[in-house]
């Protein structure tokens, strides 16, 4: 059976996310999100260890503001999966050691 291939690989990522009408600053908690899913897309390595410390710093922010509230655990559990990603996108994209 031949392998089927796709020419998506050509097609800039920015003219996806167009197409899609995507917008990630709809998705909630955009302060840290937003920077996170930048990492999650970025293909360059230089660029997706600035959007992964852009994330980092914006999630200290957010927790920095989550620590004087205590109604806020559906988004501590959220930044709790981001730092995991976060984890994933050094060790698998940037090959840093794991921990």
Known sequence: MP?????FEQVPLH???QLANF???NLPYPEWRVPLHQAQLETEPQKIQ???FQAEAAIFTRLQELAFSSDEHEESRAISNA???LLRIKTDKLKWPLP
């Open 50 to 52: 600035e959007k992964v």
């Open 15 to 17: 003219a996806v996310l």
């Open 83 to 85: 730092a995991n990603e």
């Open 3 to 7: 392998k089927l291939t796709t020419h």
């Open 23 to 25: 917008d990630d600053h």
